[in-house]
């Protein structure tokens, strides 16, 4: 079963047991691939895509969060902190940073990069060979220390 098809299922279920803020979270979610699906036409969406606009959902839930507990606003930022927990259920596992380490090393052996200009290069790569399993904001940092040293 497809990402897009388990979004379903569980927004049918979510339906089923009357759960109002799983359902809205996930309605949302299933709104923001709908939109990504439209964009994309003619081609058709994959999972990787899906993860993508996760991704992009969850980063703007950890901002949110951030903002309203500056704010004092604990109601809305336990919300959010609820949406995120559904967003990140349909993310891959995250690999630890010694793996991001590794993989970094193989990549910048591979390429032979050896200077902070080839760093996109090597972001792009490790990106590639996680394929949405990494943090983003992690690879930079180790690329950036590996290439830094």
Do not use: C, H, W
């Not at 299922?9 to 109002?20: I, L, P, T």
């Not at 193989?106 to 590639?128: F, Y």
Request: aromatic content about 2%; overall charge neutral; hydrophobic content about 40%.
């Amino acid at each position: 079963m497809g990402l897009k098809e388990k979004i379903l299922e569980d927004m049918k279920a979510a339906m089923k047991s009357q759960e109002a803020d799983r359902l809205s979270a996930i309605r949302f979610l299933q709104s923001a691939v709908k939109n990504r699906e439209i964009e994309l036409r003619p081609n058709a969406i994959d999972d990787q895509e899906i993860i993508g606009v996760i991704k992009k959902l969850a980063k703007q839930r950890k901002d949110s969060i951030e903002q309203f507990e500056k704010a004092g606003r604990t109601d809305l930022a336990d919300k959010e902190k609820f949406e995120l927990t559904v967003l990140e259920g349909y993310l891959p596992s995250q690999m630890s940073s010694e793996q991001v380490t590794k993989i970094v090393e193989e990549v910048i052996a591979a390429l032979g990069a050896n200077s902070m200009k080839q760093m996109g290069a090597v972001i792009k790569e490790v990106q590639a060979r996680t394929s949405g399993s990494a943090d983003n904001k992690l690879i930079s940092e180790v690329v950036k220390a590996r290439l830094q040293g």
